[in-house]
C-alpha cells in the first residue's frame, strides 16, 4: 500500500529535482574498484549529463569541465582513458581541433540514435562492456614468457682463476742493510789508526842470533 501510494504520488523521501540513476552492477563490479578517485568523480559528471534521450552526446571537454570544477586538463585526460579502457563511456564522435569536441555515451544505458555519429560508432557501441574488464578469479601470477631457472655462474662462464696476478708477480720488498756497503765508519778508522808491518825479504831471518855462524 505504501508503495503504491509512493508511485502515484511520487517519492516525498527525497529532495526535488532529478537524480542520477546509477545501477549497483556499475558500482559493484571489478572494474569500478579499478578506478581512481578522480575516475569515480568523472563517471558521476558524466551520469550527471544524462537525460532520457541524450546517451551518445554527452560532454566531457576541457571547456565544458571547467565549470564543474575540473581546471587540471591532465587530470581530466587521465580520468577519461580509465573510464574508456575501463568500458564505462564510449566515445561516438571523435573531437577535431580547434573546437570539435568528442562525444560519449555510458555503457550501462542503450545508446540512444542521434545524427552525427562517426561511421561505424553505432555498430561498435557494446552495452554492459564495463562487466568484461573483470580479472579471471584465481589466475596464476605467471609471467607470459613462462619461468626459467636462475643461472648462478656469471653470464660468459666459469675458468680457472690465473695463478699469477694480471699485472705480474709481485716483488718483495726488503729492509735496506744496518751496515753500509762501504763497511763501517768506525771500522775503517780503527784499521786505519793500526801501523803497518814492514814486509822481510825472504833470506833474512826476523830473529837476531849472538852466535856467529860455524861452517860446516
Known sequence: ????????????????????????SVLDCPAYARLSMHARALLLEVARQYVRDNNGRLL????????????SADMLTKAKRELLDGGFIFETVKGQRPNKASWY??????????????????????????QKGAPLKN????????????????????????????????????????????????????LASVPCCPVLPLHQSPVHSNHSERPL
Open 60 to 71: 566531457l571537454s576541457r571547456a565544458f569541465m571547467a565549470a564543474r570544477g575540473w581546471k
Open 1 to 24: 500500500m505504501a508503495n503504491g501510494r509512493n508511485r502515484i504520488k511520487g517519492d516525498s523521501g527525497r529532495d526535488k529535482g532529478g537524480f542520477v540513476a546509477l545501477p549497483w
Open 139 to 190: 589466475a596464476p601470477l605467471i609471467p607470459p614468457h613462462g619461468t626459467e631457472t636462475p643461472v648462478i655462474g656469471p653470464p660468459h662462464g666459469t675458468g680457472t682463476p690465473p695463478t699469477v696476478p694480471p699485472h705480474g708477480p709481485t716483488r718483495g720488498v726488503f729492509a735496506p742493510l744496518s751496515v753500509p756497503p762501504h763497511g763501517h765508519h768506525l771500522d775503517n778508522h780503527l
Open 105 to 130: 555515451a555510458v555503457t550501462w544505458r542503450t545508446l540512444d540514435r542521434i545524427p552525427g555519429y562517426d561511421t561505424g560508432a553505432a555498430e561498435c557501441f557494446e552495452r554492459g562492456a564495463y
